[in-house]
C-alpha cells in the first residue's frame, strides 16, 4: 500500500476502501486518486487551525456542511480525531440514505465522537442537536447558496474559522442574466457580464468576492488560495477565514457599493446581516 504516494501511512485503509475511494483489493483508479489527493490537501490546510485549537485547549468541534457521502470528515477523524481524546465532527447533510450510511460506517470503525445529522444548511442553526458554538465550520462543493447558509451558520455559532470550498455560484449569475437589459442602460460595467459565458463566469468570482467581505464585515481574517492544481478540479477556489473580532475597515460599505454598482441590490439579505 505503500507505493500509493497519496495514501499518507497513518491512514486506515479499511476506511478507503468503505468510502470507495480505493478497491477491495486496494487499488486505486484515476477518479478516486483525483479525490483523494482533494480531500488530502484540504486537510493540509485544516490540520494547522485544529491543531491551534487545541493548543488553546477547550472543546474542539467541527461541524462540516453538505457532507454528502461524508469523505472530509471520516478522513479529518482518521488523520486527526482519532489520536485524541477529545474534539467532535458533525456531519450535515440533507439526503437520509447518505446520513444513515455514514452512522453505519462510523459506528463500524468505532468513530464515538461523529454525528450525523439529516438537516438542511439552513435549519442547522436551530437544531437542538448542535452545540451552541461551533470552533470550525466546512463546506467542501456545498452547491450554490448552501455556502452560504454555511458562512451564516458559522456567524451564528461565533466559529473561529472557516473553510470553504465553493461550488456551482448559480444565485448571483441569474440576477445578473435576468436584469441585463436594465444594466447595460445603467452602467457600462455590464460588458463584463454581457456574454453568456461571461455572466457565468464573473458571477462566481462575484459570488465568491461578495463572501470574502461579508466575512471581514464580521471580523474575520480571509484567505483565499487555490485547493489543488486546476488539471484536479475546476471547482478549485479555498477560502479561509480566521475569527480575529475587528472587522475590515470598509469591508461592508464596499460589500453594498458593489451590490449596487452592479444593479444586485435585491441580494442585500443574502450578504449583508
Not at 17 to 38: A, P, V
Request: glycine share 6%; charged share 25%.
Amino acid at each position: 500500500m505503500s507505493a500509493i504516494p497519496e495514501i499518507r501511512p497513518e491512514q486506515s485503509i479499511e476506511l478507503l476502501k468503505e468510502l470507495h475511494i480505493l478497491t477491495r483489493d486496494g487499488k486505486l483508479n484515476q477518479d478516486s486518486r483525483r479525490k483523494l489527493k482533494q480531500v488530502n490537501h484540504l486537510f493540509h490546510f485544516i490540520e494547522p487551525l485544529l491543531a491551534e485549537l487545541a493548543a488553546a485547549g477547550g472543546s474542539l468541534t467541527l461541524a462540516d456542511h453538505g457532507a454528502g457521502k461524508s469523505y472530509l470528515g471520516f478522513i479529518l477523524y482518521d488523520l486527526y480525531f482519532k489520536h485524541r481524546d477529545a474534539g467532535h465532527i458533525y456531519g450535515i447533510e440533507a439526503r437520509a440514505e447518505l446520513v444513515q450510511h455514514s452512522r453505519d460506517l462510523a459506528s463500524r470503525l468505532g468513530f464515538t465522537r461523529m454525528t450525523f445529522l439529516g438537516l438542511r444548511v439552513e435549519n442547522a442553526i436551530e437544531s437542538a442537536a448542535l452545540p451552541g458554538q461551533v470552533d470550525v465550520v466546512t463546506a467542501l462543493h456545498a452547491c450554490d447558496t448552501a455556502t452560504d447558509d454555511a458562512i451564516r451558520f458559522a456567524l451564528h455559532k461565533r466559529a473561529r474559522f472557516i473553510v470553504l470550498v465553493p461550488c456551482c455560484q448559480a444565485e448571483v449569475a441569474s440576477v445578473l442574466r435576468r436584469k441585463k437589459n436594465e444594466s447595460f442602460a445603467r452602467t457600462p460595467l455590464s460588458e463584463l457580464w454581457r456574454h453568456p459565458i461571461h455572466t457565468r463566469e464573473f458571477g462566481s468570482q462575484v459570488t465568491n468576492a461578495l463572501r470574502c467581505l461579508q466575512l471581514e464585515a464580521h471580523g474575520y481574517q480571509v484567505t483565499v488560495t487555490e485547493l489543488v492544481g486546476w488539471e484536479h478540479s475546476l471547482k478549485n477556489e479555498l477560502i479561509i477565514a480566521r475569527h480575529t473580532g475587528t472587522a475590515h475597515n470598509n469591508a461592508a460599505t464596499r460589500l453594498e457599493w458593489i451590490l449596487h454598482e452592479l444593479n444586485l441590490d435585491e441580494l442585500q439579505a443574502r450578504f449583508i446581516y
